[in-house]
């Protein structure tokens, strides 16, 4: 009997894992392509998850052995050609997926701890790199990272018009948002610490920006030449850390909710809705789709 009993416990167990693995566990940064494509990067999977038309699905399966392609994901962006780029701490590497969703690294093991990803106008790659506490860009061909800036605790990045790089900085006595120009000069956003843990950031057309802060549990926007304020606060969020703009909708990642939720500009929030994978999509190993 009491075998038996053991035999029920681990297959129940076993089958928790299995439902768990079908869902999203910690969602830390989310992207979308012009097709209207959502990435979902998950660091519990790990691995990469993948919204289109209306079903969610594993786009990308990561090993759990540490130090294994995208074993510690933490951030996705898709480029101007609709590429996905991810970043990866287990490996220190970022990865670009080719035409059959498989991650190719960049930089040969460049990166320390890459936070956030954007692109500027030539479609070469910029990171946070929160180790190097640095701004760092990668040829859009892959090679050696090169500094762009230096920047306290860097944890959000993105790139206007203009082509300035706004950088969210996280730590230190450094105001929190900044922006590196074209020519190298570096400009205050947001003088001093507003924010309690400011995440990452967005940027809409009239360059309002849109910042996640997982303390304050809040997105703040800040409008050209205004105070931040804070935009939409309490719950259903929880922690939001990852936010991007898919067309003129906000989507945003919340790990500690397991949630992405969607924002109209207009301050209203929901949960992103779609249909969870069946069990067994739980079950696939390293693939792309």
Wanted: net charge positive; proline share 7%.
């Amino acid at each position: 009997m009491t075998r038996f009993l053991a035999a029920v416990v681990v297959v129940a167990a076993s089958g928790a894992r299995f439902v768990q693995a079908a869902e999203m566990q910690y969602p830390l940064s989310v992207a979308a392509s012009p097709d209207g494509t959502i990435f979902v990067a998950d660091k519990d999977v790990p691995g990469i998850w993948k919204i289109a038309g209306g079903k969610l699905e594993l786009f990308f399966k990561a090993s759990k052995k540490f130090r294994t392609p995208l074993n510690a994901v933490r951030c996705v962006a898709v480029d101007a050609q609709g590429r996905l780029v991810a970043g990866d701490s287990a490996t220190r590497e970022i990865y670009r997926f080719n035409s059959e969703g498989k991650p190719e690294p960049l930089t040969s093991g460049g990166i320390g701890i890459p936070m956030a990803i954007a692109f500027d106008r030539k479609g070469d790659i910029l990171v946070c790199d929160l180790e190097l506490h640095q701004i760092v860009k990668v040829p859009d061909a892959g090679g050696e990272p090169v500094k762009v800036a230096d920047v306290t605790a860097p944890r959000g990045i993105a790139v206007d018009e203009q082509d300035r790089i706004w950088v969210v900085s996280a730590g230190g006595k450094m105001d929190q948002v900044v922006r590196v120009l074209p020519e190298g000069v570096m400009e205050t956003v947001v003088e001093g610490r507003p924010f309690q843990l400011p995440h990452n950031i967005a940027l809409d057309k009239k360059q309002n920006a849109y910042i996640c802060d997982n303390y304050s549990q809040a997105i703040w926007k800040v409008s050209p030449g205004a105070k931040p304020e804070k935009w939409i606060s309490g719950k259903p969020l929880d922690k939001p850390v990852g936010i991007t703009f898919a067309g003129d909708r906000l989507l945003i990642a919340d790990p500690h909710a397991k949630k992405i939720f969607e924002a109209t500009l207009d301050g209203k929030l929901s949960a992103l809705k779609f249909e969870a994978p069946g069990k067994s999509e739980a079950g696939k190993s390293e693939a792309g789709k």
